[in-house]
């Protein structure tokens, strides 16, 4: 029972030290942040099932290049780690982008007059309580949302550039 304390209070502290760099992400990508937003408002199954199956799809890749770096020699050994990196620095990106993303959409259907970077805050703050919650939050909610925001992202960086 002790452990299962030390886990949960560890769950909702890193959620806490989440609302700064949610809110320092918005504050450096704002067009990218509101156009993520728009994406998870109007399609937000979409943005869910593209995230979900591209979010799989490339951490198997990152996993299958990783152990296989393990396995090489030399030169190839190298190439496979830095391609295996990159991939899983791709993927922390886009999940990082994605969930402010969904932090400031939560924030923005809560407090609506607030000022933007306080719609991040409430956001950011109820986002990360609630995916805290054992289990629930843990395997449901916070799969579900970094992967809708995933899938936002990926939407926003592959759409046609607006006229």
Known sequence: MNDFMIVTLTAISLGLLLIPFFIVLSALFPVRTAKIMEVIT????????????????????????????EQANG?????????????????????????????????????PTQSPWRRTLWGALLLGLSCAVPLLGWFLLLPAAAWAGMGAFIIVIFQKPEK
Request: aromatic share 10%; hydrophobic share 65%; glycine share 10%.
């Open 75 to 111: 030169l190839l050994k190298g190439i496979l780690f830095v391609l295996a990196l990159a991939i899983t620095i791709i993927l922390s990106v886009s999940l990082s982008l994605g969930l402010t993303g969904m932090a400031t959409v939560i924030g923005e259907r809560i407090t």
């Open 42 to 69: 109007r399609m937000p199954g979409r943005s869910f099932s593209i995230g979900l199956v591209n979010f799989l799809f490339f951490l198997a890749v990152a996993m299958l290049l990783f152990s296989l770096s």
